[in-house]
């Protein structure tokens, strides 16, 4: 297993290492809207969050309403019983669900998650190649936004979906 274990990691360098990962700086932001905040972060002139390069997935697409990430599984994640642990999974869901939410933000507003479901319904392996987790806005409204997500195999194959109700409020200056 040590060996398998060794492989896998060594070729799970998913995310780049020129990447730059940070919190978003809030006293540069506050006058942009969360979809030009989300296409700054993919296009590299914003940090990307801490927990891309950490868990492996990042960002790939922004639109109104819809937020796409990119992500791969590997033996780092793995919980003892071999499988891709479910926390990565929904994580993953998570970020999607409040990016898609994100996108829609108004200059000087914020949000947070108030709470989210998973289902998870097919094992992640390591060995699953990259996966697409595809978040978009059900519902968006002056003070709550809702949103669902789908996490699937690069052919198409549901492994987990979600969904997620947000809290807009104005952003705190930082």
């Known amino acids: 297993m040590s060996d398998q274990y060794s492989q896998s990691t060594a070729k799970s360098q998913r995310v780049p290492e020129a990447r730059r990962f940070d919190t ?30 950490s868990l492996g997935f990042l960002l790939s697409e922004a639109h109104s309403g819809h937020a796409i990430f990119r992500g791969t599984p590997s033996a780092d994640f793995l919980n003892p019983l071999g499988t891709v642990h479910g926390g990565w999974a929904a994580t993953l869901l998570d970020s999607a669900l409040g990016c898609a939410v994100h996108s829609t933000l108004k200059a000087g507003e914020a949000y947070t998650t108030v709470e989210f479901k998973v289902n998870l319904v097919r094992p992640i392996m390591p060995d699953t ?11 968006r409204g002056g003070r709550v936004a809702t949103s669902d997500a789908t996490l699937k195999t690069s052919a198409g194959k549901l492994l987990a979906h979600g969904t997620e109700t947000c809290i807009l409020f104005p952003m705190q200056p930082g």
Request: glycine share 12%.
């Open 24 to 53: 978003l700086p809030l006293a540069e932001i506050k006058d942009m809207d969360g979809l030009s905040q989300l296409k700054a972060m993919i296009a590299g002139d914003l940090p990307a969050p801490p927990i891309g390069r």
């Open 129 to 139: 190649g990259e996966v697409v987790c595809e978040g978009r806005v059900v519902h």
